[in-house]
């Protein structure tokens, strides 16, 4: 267990945000992202002890080579310069991005709102929902990194293990639903629709989800509702979830790449070569093959925190630890060469 300081003065003044949070009666997901507690704040010191441990990325030659005309080139890691952070209800940003900028050589800016920021920045990093993230996106004057939005997918395939299915779907909904790596939208084969239905939404519903089901899935199940296309895009951060019967394989895959957010997709399956299609066919930043989509975090890959979780491909994907926060430089040694 690792020691804080001022935990205790801390919770008390994020109670004051809560209540008035309350007050202003913001969605439950915001609400859980701006909670902190005991166990939280010892997570967040946890990360900052972590990210000190790892190697220094900073001045790392990541390749070399001599070209024949005898100079020497090394690819050399550097800084990014100034990050700006814009968030929305996440008190953990603020160490989470401090300890990692720091630890890369940058210099960052926290801004806990969605107040443009007149300052110069080299790249801008929004964390919150749907609405900052577009904001930022289409009025920022330097690069931003996207990241954050989780329309997240669970594909059980006809030949899974009902058990293992269940229990996954189960955490990735229902652990905490209100973080972008929970799942919003289940799929499941048609082979074994009749069958797992029943067991998964029932289990589902004991957890206290809403369903919005397509209309073989409503016509298997009584009591929920009737999903629309517009769920099958939502990010709920919520209890509730979408689920639709596919005809197989190439289907689940053909709606999770329209409709998903790029972000976390899992499949449930016994099958190797379906587990290797799926890895290859999905386009995300993290996919599953029988785990939860909760483990897309930078602690939990080992990265000490994340500075978020990139949903694009350049100049990073998933959780942006330590590398992810610099760039990289020639530096070149020769004696004397000219071009001719």
Known sequence: MIKTCNS???????????????????SSAIIDRLMLNDKRIEEMAKGLYNIAQL??????IVSGWKL????????VRVPLGVIGIIYEGRPNVTVDAAALCVKTGNAVILRGSSSAIHQYVDVLIPRGGAGLIKTVVENSTVPVIETGIGNCHIYVNSDADFNMATEIVINAKTQRPGVCNAAETLLVDKKIAENYLPVIIKALKDKSVTIYGCPITCSIVDGIEKATEEDWYTEYLDLKMAVKVVVDFDDAVHHINKYGSKHSEAIVTKDY????RFTEEVD??????NASTRFTD????????EIGISTQKLHARGPMGLPE???TKFVIFGNGQVRK
């Open 68 to 75: 024949p005309n005898g100079l020497n080139v090394n690819k």
């Open 273 to 276: 070569l379906k587990a290797k």
């Open 284 to 289: 995300a930043a993290a996919v599953y093959v």
């Open 298 to 305: 930078g602690g939990q890959f080992g990265f000490g925190a």
């Open 325 to 327: 926060l610099t760039s």
């Open 8 to 26: 205790q003065k801390i919770i008390i003044e994020n109670n004051k945000d809560l209540d008035r949070a309350k007050e202003e009666k913001v």
């Open 55 to 60: 190697p220094d990325p900073v001045g790392e």
